[in-house]
């Protein structure tokens, strides 16, 4: 087997069909097909060989799924740091000996500034070209690696993935029963995992213009410019992106589904997502690094008893648990087994806190609370380990965020005290601070903040180290609600 078997029967239905839309131009299968065999030629003839570590150096782009693709269709192994820059490319090659960076002048600057890549001996950019047919993807066991990715490191040390091409096919099954996709359909989306999945189906991807790095930092306009221009009717994007653009009130009468996860997605994003896109299915998807997706829930699925709990501290609905995975809850904490579910990390030492062995069966340690409801449905508590005494984050964040005024809500522990920041949207209408204190009354303290600082990767979790710090340099007594 190998990945790109998939996309080569894509390129027999539809040759002519864009694939990906990006940076102002498109590209058709029969072409991304024609020169990602090229690249593929190339960096064979350079010596890379099956189970080679390689190392795309490219932004999101074209480019980027060319390298990806002409590396699996070798058999390479594609190797992702788990963020842009300088220390993500350091934990990548303490983790393992990379052959080869693919990538443009960059991947000389990193050559030159990083010694760990110094004795990298195949170096090539991702444009060629190729006369002739392609040559067949090599054929792979269906635990031949094929992907090493990294977890986020928001609670500590990131630690790598190894996908392999069945693990991946598997994932690719999942993650289709999820979006149901039409082969008219034409996605905004920003995630690579679904991209390559919408490749396997032969659907159009349109890569949203702007620095993805910093999804909450996004311009809507080049996005919604984007929408109108490729008659866009899915959006696949993150939390962070999908506030900008409900924030921008604009009107979006022809999408039709929107998927959005990568961390939690609170009611009051939903039903600004419902306004901004009222045709829309709107869904919330659940997952892990470890395990996507695990769960998903959508905006019309979530009744008025659903909110109403949610506004009382019930937690964070996710969701139906998907077919074919395993969950249990174990002293509050989520587990999930499965065969789209990693087994084990690349280093077995990081294994030990994460998987347990169960009657033959391993399963994954998400590190997140939560518990099943009467209907089988999954409601998050946030991270385990962040309860401060009795209080689950999700459980207070999600009433918070439930008040009118409250724009980010986040719940720490401050020197042994429970402490809420809140984040204002605009102003805190003086009414929260009386609801507030008759409901959590004696059981923790509520402090306004102008900003709370939120993860590296998606801009979407917070990052409760930081404000923790941020709390505790602010000091007793600073800015109470």
Known sequence: MNLVALLDEQVIRHPGKIALFAGGRGICYAELQQRSAALAARLSAGGLRQGDAALPVLDVGIPLYIALLALFRLGAVVVVPERAGLDGLRTAAGSIAIRALVGDWRRHVVRQFLPAFRGTRIVTSP????????????????????LITFTSGSTGRPKAIVRSHGFLLEQHRQVGALLQSAEDDVALISLPMFILCNL??????????????YPAACDPRPLLRQIERHRVNRLVLPPAMCERLAESGAMLTGIT????GGGPVFPDLLERLSRLAPQARITAVYGSSEAEPIAHVSLQDISAADLAAMRHGAGLLAGRPVDGLGLR?????IWVSGSHVVKGYLNPADDSASKRMIGGTIWHRTGDAGRLDEHGRLWLLGRHEARCGSLFPFAVETAARCMRGVRNAALVNVGGSAVLAVEPDKTVAAHFAQDWSRRWAGDLRVVVVPGIPMDRRHNSKVDYGRLRALLQRRGPGQSPL
């Open 127 to 146: 444009h060629a070209i190729l006369s002739g047919p392609a040559p067949k993807a090599v054929e792979l066991p269906a635990d031949a690696p094929a």
């Open 200 to 213: 396997a189906l032969g659907v159009t991807s349109v890569i949203p213009d702007g620095d993805l790095r």
């Open 257 to 260: 589904q929107i998927f959005t």
């Open 329 to 333: 809850i174990e002293d509050d904490e």
